[in-house]
Each structure stands twice: as C-alpha cells, then as structure tokens.
C-alpha cells in the first residue's frame, strides 16, 4: 500500500516541527530563567503557548490519516491534506517561535491546519456513514 509512506512522510516532517517547537520552548525558559510554569514571562508564554498548540492538534491529524490510509484513501488525497496541515503547522509554529512575526503566519497557518483537519474529519465520517448504511 501507497498510502503509509504518505503518512510516515508527514507525519515525520510534524515530529521535526515539534522538535523545533521543544528547543525554542527550551532556549526561552533558559533566558526567561524558568524551570517550571511561565514564569509570567510574555515571551516564555507565547513559545509555550504555540508548543501546546501543535501538541493539541497533531495528534488527532495523524489518527485520522492512519484511518484514511487504511480504510484506502488515494494516495493524492492524503498528500493534499498532509502537506497542507504540515505547512500550516510550520507556519503557525513559526509565528509562536520569532518575536517580530507577523499575524498572516499564525491566520494562514491555522487556516490550513484547521481546513486539512475538517476535510480529513468530514470524509471519515462520510465514509463511516456509507459504510454503516451500506455495509
């Protein structure tokens, strides 16, 4: 099956992004000089803040794309969905890391997350339902 190098290639470009996202949570706790919490430091809050953010929302993707690929979905489909989710997260995470950087990044990349993530989740329930009227 086509469909699993697919998910392992995004899903291992989302650990990198993640990765990315625990050494800047990391460098700024070190120049916020805080182990544990925020500190009440607005730049440890905003790197945290955009950490948790991808933790929240990369899982529940990957789920879903192992059920599309299992379940058969073209290998197009799920390159479409998968890079559009991978940009967006490298654009949201991007957002969250620099201080100067401008809203677009955190729209744009919420924008394309959140689109892969609903499409992802309307065609599995699509497809469960024929499934379970038809099956």
Same mark, same amino acid.
């Given at each position: 099956?086509?469909?699993? %190098?697919?998910?392992?290639?995004?899903?291992?470009?989302?650990?990198?992004?993640?990765?990315?996202? *625990?050494?800047?949570?990391?460098?700024?706790?070190?120049?916020?000089?805080?182990?544990?919490?925020?500190?009440?430091?607005?730049?440890?809050?905003?790197?945290?803040?955009?950490?948790?953010?991808?933790?929240?929302?990369? %899982?529940?993707?990957?789920?879903?794309?192992?059920?599309?690929?299992?379940?058969?979905?073209? *290998?197009?489909?799920?390159?479409?969905?998968?890079?559009?989710? *991978?940009?967006?997260?490298?654009?949201?995470?991007?957002?969250?890391?620099?201080?100067?950087?401008?809203?677009?990044?955190?729209?744009?990349?919420?924008?394309?997350?959140?689109?892969?993530?609903?499409?992802?989740?309307?065609?599995?329930?699509?497809?469960?339902?024929?499934?379970?009227?038809?099956?």
């Amino acid at each position: 099956m086509m469909q699993w %190098p697919v998910v392992g290639l995004y899903a291992a470009l989302n650990v990198l992004i993640l990765f990315w996202l *625990t050494i800047a949570t990391g460098a700024a706790r070190r120049q916020a000089k805080v182990l544990v919490g925020d500190g009440g430091d607005p730049r440890l809050i905003k790197v945290m803040r955009g950490h948790a953010n991808a933790i929240e929302n990369i %899982p529940m993707m990957f789920v879903m794309m192992i059920l599309a690929a299992g379940m058969g979905t073209p *290998t197009y489909v799920l390159h479409a969905l998968g890079l559009a989710f *991978t940009v967006g997260r490298f654009l949201h995470a991007m957002h969250f890391i620099k201080d100067d950087s401008p809203r677009w990044q955190r729209s744009a990349g919420f924008s394309l997350g959140f689109l892969a993530m609903a499409l992802l989740a309307l065609g599995l329930l699509g497809h469960a339902a024929w499934s379970l009227l038809h099956g």
